[in-house]
């Protein structure tokens, strides 16, 4: 089993690529505003905590683009009920 350190899982081009992906989103933005960005934590000197295995992350980069989706969902179904 390879064990990967979490600067390394943040390192990696999953991890960039999940967080690029979600603040280029034009409907992310407009729900959550300029300010997306991962938690940070105290106990890692501010660097966000990347749960999970390598091969998780990559299971979570599909997670995440069907939550994006189903937000996005959300977001056009509120802004047709405020019309």
């Known amino acids: ?23 280029a989103d034009p409907r992310l933005k407009e729900v959550l505003g300029d300010a997306i960005r991962p938690q940070t934590e105290w106990y890692l000197n501010g660097d966000p905590h990347v ?19 189903l937000v996005c969902a959300l977001s056009d179904w509120t802004t047709a009920r405020e019309h």
Do not use: C
């Open 1 to 23: 089993m390879t064990v990967a350190t979490n600067q390394e899982k943040l390192s990696s081009s999953v991890f960039r690529s999940i967080v690029r992906a979600l603040k």
């Open 51 to 69: 749960k999970g295995h390598v091969s998780e992350v990559m299971q979570y980069q599909t997670w995440l683009l069907m939550i994006l989706n």
